[in-house]
């Protein structure tokens, strides 16, 4: 993990610096592209070429410019690493938020779940923490994040990404309305930190996964999302790589999954920045197309998440 690396603050960094002002410089870019690409099929002659783009151009940035445009048809609006077309049914009531206990009683069971796991020692992690990260976030969230396990700074503090990748973390889902103080939950795969960053083995993962499951029946949330290799490969049972995993549509227990990149891999690599965003677009879509539907999360934090939605987009980015 790279909790110590400073993320860069220009370009498609601006992740870190200005998330929602990055979806509409995308939603500019994407309508460009495509008026560009319709232009430059239909020229005939070089003057007629520059007169269509500079045209086009202008349309562009009208189009960026207006309020939010009624959405487009979901085959025309996307290319190969768009959402599967089930995403958004697989957002309908998930099996684990109808049978998930009332959250009075799941808030109980939850602090209860807690204890057992910050005196667990189940695997050999346990004996090198400092303290065990159990997770932190609201008790019905709309979204669980899953990431792997806690690094140095989590270890330290006892909270579930607080380091680099954490605030990075947070500034993702800010930018499609979600966060853990309103309406998300964050937790990991492994609940102690590993040696040196390492990955977690089978074993511990495997030790510890039973206390994820349990979390995620007594949360019930409408979606999770799989921050990293580790995670989504885990909760999936797959050896399959993040770069395929990303691209399809999941469930687990009836819940939507969607994979992602792990934070600190966009600190790592600028240019996954962007296909991340593709990522929490298509998670964004799936909320919003499940809004009204009952299950986890209340009509406040549903609307958090699904009324903060960026403008469409009119083209889709090429994948990592
Ligand atoms: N990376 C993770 O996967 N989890 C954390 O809690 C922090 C960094």
Known sequence: MTDNETPRAD????????????????QA?????????????????????????????????????????????????EG???????????AAP??????????????AELEALRARVLSCAACGLAAGRQRA??????????????????????????????????QLLDKMLASIGLSRGANCYIANIV????????????????ACLPYLKEQIRLL???????????????????????NRLRTRAHALEGIPLVATFHPSALLRDETLKRPAWEDLKRLRDLL????????????????????TRPAPEAGAPADA
């Open 80 to 90: 190969p690493a768009a959402p599967p077309r089930d995403a958004a049914a697989a």
């Open 94 to 107: 998930s099996a684990a938020a109808a049978s998930a206990p009332p959250p009075e009683t799941a808030g």
């Open 29 to 77: 870019l994407d309508t460009l592209e495509c008026a560009l690409s319709t232009t430059m099929r239909s020229a005939a002659t070089s003057e007629e070429l520059l007169d269509r783009l500079k045209e086009a151009s202008a349309r562009a940035a009208a189009r960026a410019a207006e309020p939010e445009a009624p959405e487009q048809p979901a085959a025309a609006a």
């Open 133 to 166: 990260v159990f997770g932190q976030g609201v008790s019905r969230p709309v979204v669980l994040v899953v990431g792997e396990g806690p690094g140095a700074e989590e270890d330290r503090q006892g909270l579930p990404f607080v380091g680099a990748s954490g």
């Open 11 to 26: 370009g498609l960094g601006a992740f870190e610096e200005r998330a929602p002002d990055l979806a509409a410089l995308y």
């Open 288 to 307: 919003a197309a499940g809004a009204g539907a009952a299950g986890a999360g209340t009509a406040e934090e549903k609307g958090a998440a699904a009324g």
């Open 191 to 206: 609940k102690c930190r590993p040696p040196n960053n390492r990955e977690p083995a089978p074993g511990e993962r495997a």
């Open 220 to 242: 019930a949330p409408r979606a999770i999302l799989c921050a990293g290799r580790t995670a989504a490969q885990t909760l999936l049972g797959t050896t399959e790589g993040i």
